[in-house]
């Protein structure tokens, strides 16, 4: 239908930055991550699995990674928790609003990851709002120090962050479950409660999975908030990585880190794609 | 939550006891637009009621607040004695066969079924014997574990009717449900739907777009139009004696004829027969089929009577073959166009002697085809 020039011109540039910016460093990231660092400080090309045997039998990098993954499950939690009554009241309950509503939950994303992370901080400070807050109606009488720099922090950030990345799946696979299923259900004689739980939850488990993927996903990866927020307990996997591309100048044990959460994640995401094909019907 | 504080029935607004469903004065408006307007229906039980309307006309409508999605504006709906339109659709002992069916994508054809019997919370024993009794009655046993997405569409209708009897509700509401399949499936279902409901002795009320359906399988037709019911009738008799001319031109084709009445005598054009009613303009309605070649070559009118036959002579302008009858137009000496439906055959030259009885010309009441407002 198209002429092949034409066909050329669309499809080799999308290409070749794939390649470029994705492939290539992804590549050069597998080297890295079978190569060593000489006591000299140089990067040794000799090829061995030794960075990869650090991660496994050092406790601080696989208590690290533990530690992120339960972060990044509270935060999954959490944002489902939030995300699913929203994306369920939006579709259908909020009759006329739900534009309106909708534009109010998509919002927050176009402010930036820093400011709100920031606002935390001072939310959440010694000094912050919810301290002055707490010990000016005498709830306390000194400020609390475990809202700040503790998982605690990061959990909640990362929530905030993230809820509308679950909200916005669920939402979606909501909206596309026939309203006529609901009526057929209510006509068979379920009350709306057990309509929720027979038909409504069942048709969304493909949106309550991608967004779990999501949530779990990008906050496993962040390094921001536990920079910003979390203090020594609340450090996570990708701030090791950080330290090791920079200050600590251990490239390979850093590749050997990546290439093992890129595995980690794409097998997670495998296998909620293959969860959500059983659990769709349309 | 619906109240149940409802007063004591009056006598006055009693049902009579044979009927099942009583729809008094209900009217529904979406904001300014009027969709129904004091519609008043009783129902017995039993009874095959078919809803017959053009699209727009209010009849899924009338259906929804039967089943309880709507809430009607105004007026009342009773079923066997007791308020039926405060009730929330969970708690209606109505059950809806949907237009697109509405399977639960998400369960098997059986649980499908099963699921008003689940909800019900009959024992499990219970609902795999009703549920298997269900599917037989529909032919559809073979398919109790597939999914919905497997079966044609025929089939998924068939599990949608099966998963409403089962519950054996007192009233099944049918929303269009052959209009999506294909015109020899769709005869056939026809057949069975009828069958199956003389069987299980269930009123039915299908709402239809389809005059020809309406009349195959009704026991009473009401016609709805704009919102408000035009005649309510069983098939012959709305079929034979048309209320209106909008009845006779939607339930099958008519003539219908302006004439003019004089002392006992409607003038249109050419034709002239017999009539009891006073002076004055009246519309009637002649069905095609009622007009036959004439037998004798006489062109005598014959005196005015109640039996008489009319003559007329008419010019053949088109001849339509239909199988087993052709369809003709005709022009009639004074100029007036006819629609009549013969026997198939090929018809002479020249001009055609033509003839019908006077009792078969009805009088209808004229409808105005302009918006209400």
Redesign the interface.
């Known amino acids: 239908m198209f002429s092949r020039a034409y066909r050329t011109a669309i499809t080799v540039p999308p290409l070749v930055w794939v390649a470029v910016f994705l492939l290539v460093p992804y590549l050069l990231m597998f080297c890295y991550s079978f190569w060593s660092v000489s006591e000299a400080g140089t990067i040794v090309h000799s090829w061995n699995l030794d960075n990869y045997h650090e991660l496994l039998t050092k406790p601080v990098y696989w208590e690290t990674l533990l530690r992120s993954m339960w972060i990044a499950a509270r935060v999954t939690f959490f944002s489902m928790l939030l995300g699913y009554p929203l994306a369920y009241f939006l579709s259908f309950h909020a009759g006329g609003k739900k534009d309106l509503y909708y534009q109010l939950v998509i919002i927050p994303l176009w402010v930036s990851y820093l400011v709100r992370a920031y606002a935390w901080k001072t939310i959440l400070g010694t000094d912050g709002v919810l301290n002055t807050l707490l010990q000016y109606v005498h709830l306390t009488n000194h400020p609390l120090d475990f809202l700040l720099y503790s998982p605690f922090a990061v959990v909640l950030t990362l929530t905030h962050i993230y809820t509308p990345f679950t909200f916005l799946p669920i939402y979606a696979s909501l909206e596309h479950i ?1 309203r ?2 609901v ?9 709306p409660a ?1 309509t929720f739980w ?2 409504i939850l ?2 969304s488990i493909p949106g309550v999975l991608a967004g779990a993927t999501f949530a779990f996903v990008l906050s496993l990866g962040d390094f921001l908030s536990p920079l910003l927020l979390g203090g020594p307990s609340g450090i996570m996997i990708s701030n090791i990585v950080v330290s090791l591309f920079g200050a600590a100048y251990n490239w390979p044990l850093g590749a050997a880190i990546s290439l093992s959460m890129l595995a980690l994640v794409l097998a997670l995401i495998f296998f909620s794609e293959r969860l959500e094909k059983k ?1 769709s ?2 | 939550m619906a109240t149940t504080s409802e007063p004591a029935v009056a006598s006055s607004s009693q049902p009579n006891v044979a009927s099942l469903l009583s729809i008094r004065s209900v009217a529904k408006h979406f904001g300014k637009n009027i969709v129904l307007r004091d519609i008043s229906l009783e129902i017995a039980e039993g009874e095959f009621l078919t809803i017959l309307g053009e699209s727009g006309s209010g009849k899924t409508t009338l259906l929804r607040i039967l089943a309880g999605f709507e809430q009607s504006t105004s007026g009342e709906v009773w079923m066997s004695g007791e308020r039926l339109d405060t009730e929330p659709p969970y708690r209606r002992r109505v059950n809806t066969v949907f237009q697109s069916y509405a399977l639960f994508p998400h369960m098997t054809v059986e649980q499908n079924v099963g699921y008003g019997l689940a909800i019900a919370k009959r024992p499990p024993a219970e609902i795999d014997t009703r549920v298997a009794e269900a599917l037989a009655k529909v032919k559809m046993s073979a398919y109790a574990k597939s999914k919905p997405s497997k079966i044609s569409g025929g089939q998924q209708q068939r599990i949608a009717l099966a998963r409403a009897l089962v519950n054996r509700p007192r009233l099944l509401l049918l929303d269009e449900p052959l209009s999506a399949l294909d015109a020899n499936l769709r005869r056939q279902l026809q057949v069975e739907l009828k069958a199956l409901q003389r069987e299980v002795g269930i009123t039915f009320i299908f709402v239809t777009h389809d005059q020809e359906e309406a009349m195959v399988m009704s026991d009473r037709i009401a016609l709805l139009r704009s919102g408000e019911l035009e005649q309510v009738a069983s098939p012959r008799e709305i079929y034979n004696r048309p209320a209106t001319s909008y009845t006779a031109q939607f339930i099958g084709h008519t003539n219908l004829l302006q004439a003019d009445i004089r002392h006992g005598t409607a003038t249109c054009g050419a034709l002239q027969w017999p009539t009891s009613l006073p002076d004055g303009a009246a519309l009637f309605s002649l069905r095609p089929e009622c007009i036959r070649p004439a037998i004798t070559a006489s062109a005598t009118t014959a005196s005015p009577a109640r039996d008489a036959t009319v003559r007329f002579r008419a010019q053949l302008r088109d001849q339509a073959f239909h199988g087993a009858t052709d369809l003709l137009r005709v022009e009639s000496d004074g100029g007036l166009i006819l629609t009549i439906r013969t026997a198939s055959r090929d018809l002479p030259e020249g001009p055609l002697e033509f003839e019908f009885s006077a009792a078969d010309a009805i009088p209808v009441r004229a409808t105005s085809f302009e918006e209400k407002a």
């Open positions: 026939p006529n299923l009526e057929a259900s209510h006509d068979l004689g379920a009350a057990q027979r038909v069942p048709l659990w019907f349309h």
